[in-house]
């Protein structure tokens, strides 16, 4: 049961200044350097602009008054199934607020929204090498380990 002290919500333009501190935390735990909180910002800002490049789901907590993590989702276009797939971009919750559901309850709200839409074929994440450990979780929310690498070039 997730903590009664969480509400699930869209973020709003107003977000954009507490999403991008969460985007800078979580490149500071997974990636080898940090984030531009510059250019974060705006990239913060283009997705809340523009409903095509996605949203994110915010769980605030009301006391101590604050964002507890955050889901980003982005798109992908499956033309074999005719629907999108939400892919979870970007997912963080504050450490003080880990073991205590908040990615759960994230989660579950983001599965309900996404039944209420007739073009979402289905949810897809990449899990980092280095969080294997969150493997158990996804499973018993549902999510099942395909047998895809994921490969990219970068520019």
């Not at 200044?17 to 350097?33: F, G, K, Q």
Request: aromatic content about 10%.
């Amino acid at each position: 049961m997730p903590d009664p002290a969480i509400l699930i919500r869209k973020a709003e333009m107003r977000d954009a200044d507490a999403v991008r501190t969460c985007i800078c935390n979580l490149s500071a735990e997974t990636d080898s350097r940090p984030a531009d909180p510059i250019t974060v910002l705006l990239g913060v800002k283009a997705v809340l602009k523009d409903a095509h490049k996605g949203f994110y789901l915010l769980a605030e907590s009301k006391n101590p008054q604050g964002l507890a993590g955050l889901l980003r989702v982005s798109f992908a276009w499956d033309d074999r199934g005719n629907r999108n797939f939400w892919w979870l971009a970007d997912a963080w919750v504050d450490p003080a607020w880990r073991g205590r559901k908040v990615f759960s309850a994230l989660f579950r709200h983001l599965t309900d929204m996404a039944h209420f839409q007739k073009d979402v074929a289905g949810m897809k994440l990449q899990l980092e090498g280095h969080r294997r450990d969150l493997a158990p979780l996804l499973a018993a929310l549902g999510l099942q380990k395909t047998p895809y690498d994921l490969w990219e070039i970068l520019f």
